[in-house]
T-cell receptor, first 116, second 116 residues
Framework: AQKVTQAQTEISVVEKEDVTLDCVYE???????LFWYKQPPSGELVFLIR??????QNEISGRYSWNFQKSTSSFNFTITASQVVDSAVYFC?????????????FGKGMKLTVNP | DTGVSQDPRHKITKRGQNVTFRCDPI?????LYWYRQTLGQGPEFLTY????????KSRLLSDRFSAERPKGSFSTLEIQRTEQGDSAMYLC??????????????FGPGTRLTVT
């Protein structure tokens, strides 16, 4: 069965600190997709990144970077030089491809608070 | 290009009443999804449409829940005989399909349901 675990529930940092959000997933599929979404206080989920299971290259986008390691079934997200606007709940999600399902399975989320 | 819109944004109802929510996806997105999110949890998949066909339903979608997408554009989610346990945020998402299909799901702002 597919499962996403975000062990950290809440993190509080001071502006300009780096912070890493952990995500561990479980799946029996060989082809799957991993996602990160941001949910700011306004409530709307914002798509950040998609990774497929065949692409283990790390990715950097501005202050955001992602580390995908199939060997440990992890897809961690790092925010460098955090800012107050990064304060939000961050969700990791998994989509399997076997059986044609299109559902995303989300972790419980990690609330990040960046203090000035 | 406007995003996914949902109406109403908030709904307060008494137990036993029926409620209906509407979702308008991003134009030309042929996939539409409904999720439910309770406090402190990640979104949970309810159902999915490709055009007007409802292709996948979660076990969470009890007999009191029904979703439609009659013309392959907007969708409605109806809850009959609401219960206090139905109180949650109901999220709609859409995704493009076809040969250039992308697997990101773009979420709307949600409808927050409170059952008293």
């Amino acid at each position: 069965a597919q499962k996403v675990t975000q062990a950290q529930t809440e993190i509080s940092v001071v502006e300009k600190e780096d912070v890493t959000l952990d995500c561990v997933y479980e799946t029996r599929d060989t082809t799957y997709y991993l996602f990160w979404y941001k949910q700011p206080p306004s409530g709307e989920l914002v798509f950040l990144i998609r990774r497929n299971s065949f692409d283990e290259q790390n990715e950097i986008s501005g202050r955001y970077s992602w580390n995908f390691q199939k060997s440990t079934s992890s897809f961690n997200f790092t925010i460098t030089a955090s800012q107050v606007v990064d304060s939000a709940v961050y969700f990791c999600a998994l989509r399997e491809t076997q059986g044609g399902s299109e559902k995303l399975v989300f972790g419980k989320g990690m609330k990040l608070t960046v203090n000035p | 290009d406007t995003g996914v819109s949902q109406d109403p944004r908030h709904k307060i109802t008494k137990r036993g009443q029926n409620v209906t929510f509407r979702c308008d996806p991003i134009s030309e997105h042929n996939r539409l999804y409904w999720y439910r999110q309770t406090l402190g949890q990640g979104p949970e998949f309810l159902t999915y449409f490709q055009n007007e066909a409802q292709l996948e339903k979660s076990r969470l979608l009890s007999d009191r829940f029904s979703a439609e997408r009659p013309k392959g554009s907007f969708s409605t989610l109806e809850i009959q005989r609401t219960e206090q346990g139905d109180s949650a945020m109901y999220l709609c998402a859409s995704s493009p399909g076809g040969q250039l299909s992308s697997y990101e799901q773009y979420f709307g702002p949600g409808t927050r349901l409170t059952v008293t």
